[in-house]
Every structure is written in C-alpha cells, then in structure tokens.
C-alpha cells in the first residue's frame, strides 16, 4: 500500500520540483533536498568570502529552473548569521530591509539583479566588513534558500566574467516538464553524474519528489 501512495505521490511532485542556484556571489553550498533550509541547509560560513562592492551597484545572479517565482535578498551583518532575525538586524540593534523586495521573474535561466548595499544605510561598514547574502525564492512549492558569505571592498567591480543579463527566452520553459520526467524516469543510472547541467536539474527533481512523496508516506 505505501509502495503505491509513494509511486502515486512521486508523479505529481515531478513536475512541479524544481529549485535554483545562486552563482553569484558564490553559494555556501548546493544540496537540492536541504534548500528548504535557513542558508539551503549550510549553517557554516565559507571560509572563504567572495569579495563584492561595499558600495554601488552588484550583480546578484541567479539560475532559476522554474516557471516563475518571486525572489528577495536578504543580508546580514553578523559572522555568522544563525536565523532571519539577523538578516533584519544588525549586532548593534540597527533595523534594516531586505536589500532586494520580493519581485517576479519570469522563465527558465540566469536571473541578474542589481543591488546596492550601501543603499541600507548601515553604520559602521567599511573595506573589510563582512555579510551574508541569503537569496529566498519561492517557485510555487515553497521557499527556498541559498547563502553567500561576502567581505565587502571599496571601490570593488565584480570579475569581468560575471555578466549582469536576464534569461530572456522562454525557449527553455517551453522544453516541457514531462519530457524531463520521463527522461530522467528512464535514466536512473545518471543519479551520479554531477556535471551535465541538464541531467543535475532532472536527477534533483526526481530526488525531490522522491523525497516529497517519502515524506508523504511516513506521514500516512
Ligand atoms: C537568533 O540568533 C541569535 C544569535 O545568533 C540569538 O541571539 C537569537 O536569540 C536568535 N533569535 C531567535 C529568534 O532564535
Ligand atoms: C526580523 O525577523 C524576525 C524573524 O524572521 C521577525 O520575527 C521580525 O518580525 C523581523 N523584524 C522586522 C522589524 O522585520
Ligand atoms: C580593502 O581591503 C582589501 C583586502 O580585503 C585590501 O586589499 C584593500 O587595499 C583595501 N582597500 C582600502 C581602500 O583600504
Ligand atoms: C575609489 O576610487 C576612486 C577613483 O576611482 C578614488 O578616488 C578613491 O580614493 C577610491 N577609494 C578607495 C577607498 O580606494
Ligand atoms: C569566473 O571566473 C572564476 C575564476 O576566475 C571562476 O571560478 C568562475 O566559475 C567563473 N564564472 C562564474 C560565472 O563565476
Ligand atoms: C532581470 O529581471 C528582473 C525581474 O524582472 C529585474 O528585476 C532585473 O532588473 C533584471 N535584470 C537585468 C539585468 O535586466
């Protein structure tokens, strides 16, 4: 009987699993079943930050394998930020927003956005500083997480090979869900193979739902 609820279940979260990888600055870590998670499931800082303007406009990038989603910033002053409340506050008790709102995107792909940290107004930051980015996305099944640890530098541009540009066809949203999942239902085989950028987004979805629909079962 779970054997079945669990086949059944599997389906459906198929073709709505997805998830997305914050490529710039450079996630903490990436394990598509703990991105649920506060930081996507990596409580440690990175021990090494990604350098990123202290102030001026930086490129955040994002690549997003659902539909549509809505996506904010969040940032923290702390060394190690441990929950949210430090993502609106700083050590010394200074409210502050999120550095970017909630938006929609639309489509499949590299997100960009342009953010200014100093635009948050925080006392006391200077070449040096450090933070922690805490990109949430919410395609549909929920929130999602991914965390950078950043040192903040003056007069710092990103890296020439960080293109600051939108996904701007919706080919790839078009290339269709059931193909994917009856793909990736034929190549169980491919679970271990991290480098193909198509076979990671199919292999994740099937852990997910896998996953999901487990959850499902043990909660019968
Ligand atoms: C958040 O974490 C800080 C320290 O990291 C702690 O002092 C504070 O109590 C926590 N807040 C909540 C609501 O858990
Ligand atoms: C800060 O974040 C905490 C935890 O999410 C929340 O309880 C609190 O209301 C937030 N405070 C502000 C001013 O947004
Ligand atoms: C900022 O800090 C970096 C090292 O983090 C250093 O190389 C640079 O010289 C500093 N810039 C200024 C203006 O102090
Ligand atoms: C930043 O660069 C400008 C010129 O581009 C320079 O005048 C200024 O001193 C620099 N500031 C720091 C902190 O390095
Ligand atoms: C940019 O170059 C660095 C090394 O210089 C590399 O680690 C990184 O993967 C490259 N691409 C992106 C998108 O960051
Ligand atoms: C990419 O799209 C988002 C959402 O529409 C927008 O906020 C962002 O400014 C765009 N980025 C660029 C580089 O145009």
Known sequence: MKVLSLVAAAALPLLASAHFTLDYPYTRGFDEDL?????????????????YPLSGSAPLLIDSHHPTADVAVLISFDQNPTN???????????????????????????????????SLGINGLQNGSVATIQVEF?????????????????????????????????????????QTASGSMGNPSQ???????????????????????????LAL
């Open 35 to 51: 991105e649920p998670q506060f930081c996507g499931g990596f409580n440690t800082p990175s021990s090494s930050r990604t350098p």
């Open 138 to 178: 919410n395609g549909g099944d929920g929130a999602l997480f991914q965390c950078s640890d950043i040192v903040l530098v003056s007069n710092y541009s990103a890296p020439s090979n960080i293109t600051c540009s939108n996904a701007t066809s919706s080919a790839s949203a078009s290339s269709g869900p059931s």
């Open 84 to 118: 949210f409340s430090a993502f609106n506050q700083t050590s010394e008790g200074q409210g502050y927003g999120l550095l970017k709102p909630f938006g929609r995107i639309n489509g499949q792909g590299e997100f960009c956005f342009n953010v200014d940290i100093a």
């Open 191 to 217: 679970t271990g193979s991290p480098n193909s950028g198509a076979g990671r987004v199919v292999v994740g979805a099937v852990v997910g739902a896998v996953a999901a629909a487990a959850g499902v079962a």
